[in-house]
């Protein structure tokens, strides 16, 4: 059974540091493509930033120059680590393996 636990969300004013976490078990995070979104109520869910099996990543443009997505094998554990975080970054923000297995979202509160 696969399970994605996602922390490290919180409430921050505009221009700190957040850096989520995704605990994975029951799947591999090395070998799996693994990705961060983030939903508004209301909005679709949106992808932020990925990362391949072979280390390749994407970011959506907003993310980009400011988001960095990376993984640590020893700990099978994907990270998300936001710089410059801007009011406009406040979601709930999900793990997701595969697009197929889902974590439960950690809230992400960015004030001005």
């Known amino acids: 059974q696969v399970q994605l636990v996602e922390s490290g969300g919180g409430l921050v004013q505009a221009g700190e540091s957040l850096k989520l976490s995704c605990a994975a078990s029951?799947?591999?995070?090395?070998?799996?493509?693994m990705g961060w979104y983030r939903q508004v109520p209301g909005n679709q869910r949106e992808l932020v930033a990925r990362?391949?099996?072979?280390?390749?990543?994407n970011y959506a443009d907003s993310a980009k120059g400011r988001f960095t997505i990376s993984r640590d094998n020893a700990k099978n554990t994907a990270y998300l680590q936001m710089d410059s975080l801007k009011p406009e970054d406040t979601a709930v923000y999900y793990c997701?393996?595969?697009?197929?297995?889902w974590g439960q979202g950690t809230q992400v509160t960015v004030s001005s």
């Open positions: 997701s393996a595969l697009d197929i297995y």
């Open positions: 029951g799947i591999i995070v090395s070998t799996n493509a």
């Open positions: 990362i391949f099996s072979s280390g390749s990543t």
